[in-house]
Nanobody
Framework: QVQLVESGGGSVQTGGSLRLSCAAF????????????MAWYRQAPGKQRELVAG???????NYADSVKGRFTISRDNAKNTVYLQMNSLKPEDTAVYYC??????????WGQGTQVTVSS
């Protein structure tokens, strides 16, 4: 019902910046496929997937404590696109970052993942 296309991962040195983008495409247009929450999760090797930041249609945001003050999530509702601006990157931010979208009907879609590597 929804397809996510991510871009923007890469490799940077400590203190650098990256911007991730995720565009959501509704395959089926109905009230049930309206996207409510979009978010970014990440998963480092040997660790569980964790929430990085999320944003609702009404622009309410939440962040993991580890990224507060460094990462900013934003959303263009007209384009169904969510962005994650990552500044002051640290080696511990290295992970595969996954885009997440949840519809008003409760259906969840995950992106394919994009690698972010921060070297010291």
């Amino acid at each position: 019902q929804v397809q996510l296309v991510e871009s923007g991962g890469g490799s940077v040195q400590t203190g650098g910046s990256l911007r991730l983008s995720c565009a959501a495409f509704r395959i089926i247009f109905s009230d049930s496929t309206i996207i409510n929450t979009m978010a970014w999760y990440r998963q480092a090797p040997g660790k569980q997937r964790e929430l990085v930041a999320g944003v609702t249609t009404g622009s309410s945001t939440n962040y993991a404590d580890s990224v507060k003050g460094r990462f900013t999530i934003s959303r263009d509702n007209a384009k169904n696109t969510v962005y994650l601006q990552m500044n002051s990157l640290k080696p511990e931010d290295t992970a595969v970052y996954y885009c997440y979208a949840a519809t008003v009907a409760g259906s969840v879609t995950w992106g394919q993942g994009t690698q972010v590597t921060v070297s010291s």
